[in-house]
């Protein structure tokens, strides 16, 4: 069965990081575009960023250039999001999602697979 599961969401001070987390159970992220999207209630999931099968292509959303990082370890089946100098506007759920090889994106339906997402709240 193939399965995407994200980690380490959780409730963060504005100014605070967090590093997101995704592995894969039934098959292997190595071969794949991975994309991190993040939804608020009552509005679109939006593309934050993705990275292509080989790390070597990166793209980020306006709204977090600078301050999130992607990132992939394919040894170890898992890809990061490193978000730092997190702010308000960045609560949401994350998801991760999969991609065949080349077809990373911020539009939705590039995407295969989807996990079932980490909250992320940052508040005082």
């Known amino acids: 069965q193939v399965q995407l599961v994200e980690s380490g969401g959780g409730l963060v001070q504005p100014g605070g990081s967090l590093r997101l987390s995704c592995t894969a159970s039934g098959f292997n992220l190595a071969w794949r575009d991975i994309g991190w999207f993040r939804q608020v209630p009552g509005k679109e999931r939006e593309g934050v960023s993705y990275?292509?099968?080989?790390?070597?292509?990166?793209a980020y959303a306006d709204s977090v250039k600078g301050r999130f990082t992607i990132s992939r370890d394919s040894a170890n089946n898992m890809v990061y999001l490193q978000m730092n100098s997190l702010e308000p506007e960045d609560t949401a759920v994350y998801y991760c999602a999969a991609a065949s090889w080349g077809r990373g994106s911020f539009r939705e339906y590039d995407y295969t697979y989807w996990g079932q997402g980490t909250q992320v709240t940052v508040s005082s």
């Open positions: 990275i292509s099968a080989s790390g070597g292509r990166t």
